[in-house]
Each structure stands twice: as C-alpha cells, then as structure tokens.
C-alpha cells in the first residue's frame, strides 16, 4: 500500500483560505468514505481534525472543512489563525486482511501562517 | 474522556526486541480497537497495523510482518506493540492510537514513545 499523495508544504496569511490535497486510488481515497485528517504540532500527538470524509469530532472549530472526489479528498482551513500553522496528515481506510482494519497515511503537509 | 498512556523511552541496540505499553482510561477498552503508527525523525506518519480489544484480531502491515506483534491485556485495559529484530531504520516515536466505536479513523492517540535503535 503506497502513501497517499500531499503537497509538501501550503501557507497561506491569517484570514486567508488554504486547502490541501490528498490523492489517493481507488482502492483507499476512493474506495471508502473513511478519509480523516490529523494536524500535528512540533513534538506534539497528531489530533483528529475530520473523519469519514467531512464530519468534525466536537472541538474543532469550523473553519475547517473537507470533501472528496473520486481518489481525490480535501482539507480547507479558512480564516487561517496563528495556531494553525503544523503538518496535516490525511488517512484512509483501504479495505482489510482477513479479520480487520488496514489503514494508509498521506505524506503529510506543512500548513505555513504568512 | 478516555487517556492513552504509554511507556517510556527505550533505547536498543540492532537485533533486539521492544515492547511498548499504551494504557487506557475508562472501563470500555474491549469496545474498541487500536492501532499502532509510528513516525521517524522528520517524517510522516507510518501505520504498523490494528488490534481488536474484544477477540485480538490483527492486522499488521505487509513490510513489518514477521517482526511486530500487537497484543491486548483486557484486565489491566492495555494495549501492546513489540518489535523485533530491531533495524536503525526502526528508530521512531510509536504512537497507539484509539478508534472511535465505528472503526474508521483514529480518534485517541497517546503522547508517544521514543524508541532508539543504535549500537
């Protein structure tokens, strides 16, 4: 299973909209509606930032939103803020062995605050 | 709001074996299922593979088969991950993490364990 496919790097000034993509095939990112998204600070756990595909876990806040087209899943940060700025991760179920889950990391991104 | 709490840094030379503990608060833990994903210095984010807490079914991914072994100690609600035959590449921080009831993202993670493989 190969990594999915991210930008290295977005940035983008406070107030402004930034949007990272997050390719796949169809055998992960379009094969399943169960793309989530993780931002991760310098030394710090990733946190769960969106789950299958668009939904927010309580606490984030809605400037971030997300979708996906065919292999292709989104993530949208608008109205960028300071604290925002860290490596975003996109992650797909890609279908099972025998008895469970199989998951696959994107190559991550680097959200910049301008 | 349930905590994942991991070992402590461990430090090996090449050819050995670690085990990483990842305890969780609560008293739901074989209601859930857990994965293992590590990351190296200054790069991504690697899945290693599941566990279910209710059966201890896993899954492990295909390039660490044969060398990593996820169990579960429901009496004491903890979650392990050993690795053997240690590589330099096998340096990293290992991360549990655990799903939510539906099974499709990771939504607990635990702060971490540092492991260093050098001779």
């Known amino acids: 299973q190969s990594a999915l496919t991210q930008p290295r790097s977005v940035s983008g000034s406070p107030g402004q909209s930034v949007t990272i993509s997050c390719t796949g095939t169809s055998t992960d990112v379009g094969g399943y509606n169960y793309v989530s998204w993780y931002q991760q600070h310098p030394g710090k756990a990733p946190k769960l930032m969106i789950f299958?595909?668009?939904k927010r876990p309580s606490g984030v806040p809605d400037r971030f939103s997300a979708s996906k087209s065919g292999n292709t899943a989104s993530l949208t940060i608008s109205g960028l803020q300071a604290e925002d700025e860290a490596d975003y991760y996109c992650c797909s179920y890609a279908g099972s062995y025998i008895f469970g889950a199989l998951y696959v990391f994107g190559t991550g991104t680097k959200v910049t605050v301008l | 709001q349930v905590q994942l709490v991991q070992s402590g840094a461990e430090v090996k030379k090449p050819g050995a074996s670690v085990k990483v503990s990842c305890k969780a608060s609560g008293n739901t833990f074989s209601n859930y299922d857990f994965n293992w994903v590590r990351q190296a210095p200054g790069q991504g984010l690697e899945w290693m593979g599941w566990?279910?807490?209710?059966?201890?079914?896993?899954n492990y991914a295909q390039k660490l088969q044969g060398r990593v072994t996820m169990t579960t100690d429901t009496s004491t609600s903890t979650a392990y991950l050993e690795l053997r035959s240690l590589r330099s590449d096998d340096t990293a921080v290992y991360y549990c993490?655990?799903?939510?009831?539906?099974?499709?993202?990771?939504?607990?993670w635990g702060r971490g364990t540092t492991v260093t493989v050098s001779s």
């Open positions: 299958d595909v668009n």
């Open positions: 566990i279910s807490a209710s059966n201890g079914h896993t």
């Open positions: 993490a655990r799903e939510d009831s539906q099974g499709t993202h990771m939504a607990v």
